[in-house]
């Protein structure tokens, strides 16, 4: 079992930036691609960013690329989300996501794939 904990939502003005942190519980943290999504409201969930185990691998959702970085630090067990030039279309409720997976390399962009997730924290854009 892994437990999540999102952090690091807020209120920011267009342009502005924000980091999320994801904080995971148990020691199978270093065998688990982690991912990003997001959803608005009115909006299904889509997919923001992925990082493998290893943290050498990562891909991002077109809308965020060159904009946010996704990151991890395997011995704190936590993964972030740095985003800056943070749009209104940015504004949603942020989850970060889990999967045990044996392959360190390997990343993953649908939600489907992912055996845990966190509560969410929700970011508001301003313009």
């Known amino acids: 079992q892994v437990q999540l904990v999102e952090s690091g939502g807020g209120l920011v003005q267009a342009g502005g930036s924000l980091r999320l942190s994801c904080a995971a519980s148990?020691?199978?943290?270093?065998?688990?691609?982690m991912g990003w999504f997001r959803q608005a409201p009115g909006k299904e969930r889509e997919f923001v960013a992925t990082i493998s185990c290893s943290g050498r691998t990562t891909y991002y959702a077109d809308s965020v690329k060159g904009r946010f970085t996704i990151s991890r630090d395997n011995a704190k067990n936590t993964v972030y989300l740095q985003m800056n030039s943070l749009k209104s279309e940015d504004t949603a409720d942020y989850y970060c996501?889990?999967?045990?997976?044996?392959?360190?390399?390997?990343?993953?962009?649908?939600?489907?794939?992912?055996?845990?997730w966190g509560q969410g924290t929700q970011v508001t854009v301003s313009s």
């Open positions: 148990g020691s199978t943290f270093r065998n688990c691609a």
């Open positions: 996501a889990a999967k045990g997976t044996l392959y360190v390399s390997n990343i993953y962009t649908n939600a489907g794939d992912y055996d845990y």
